[in-house]
């Protein structure tokens, strides 16, 4: 089981970015509940954007109405559309897997694999 993400780098604010994270070894792609994480130094990790196994999508209040999560199933492929990015936004953001689940899932203990991370830079 692996979780990969892509696309991070450097953008200005008011900018956009698309965040991938392919995943491999699950079975059942298709149901998982999955989420986006971020983490700044010195602070938690703190959940930004879900999606749960019946395709609904939950966001943080910081993001809401910015950002959008959505999946490809038959890529593999979770994203995060990252738009009017703020300096704010500038953290390591990590994909996460769990099983499937229904409702909102931003903790970082209801997530049992994780990607290695993609840092994104806002300035």
């Known amino acids: 089981v692996q979780l990969v993400e892509s696309g991070g780098g450097s953008a200005q604010p008011g900018g956009s970015l698309t965040l991938s994270c392919t995943a491999s070894?699950?079975?059942?792609?298709?149901?998982?509940?999955m989420g986006w994480f971020r983490q700044t130094p010195g602070k938690e990790r703190e959940g930004v954007a879900s999606?749960?196994?019946?395709?609904?999508?939950y966001y943080a209040d910081p993001v809401r109405g910015r950002f959008a999560i959505s999946k490809d199933n038959a890529m593999n492929t979770l994203y995060l559309q990252m738009n009017r990015v703020q300096i704010e936004d500038s953290a390591v953001y990590y994909c996460?897997?769990?099983?499937?689940?229904?409702?909102?899932?931003?903790?970082?203990?209801?997530?049992?694999?994780w990607g290695q991370g993609t840092q994104v830079t806002v300035s």
């Open positions: 996460a897997a769990w099983s499937y689940c229904r409702g909102e899932r931003l903790w970082e203990g209801g997530y049992t694999y």
């Open positions: 070894g699950f079975t059942t792609y298709q149901r998982l509940s």
């Open positions: 999606l749960d196994g019946g395709g609904d999508a």
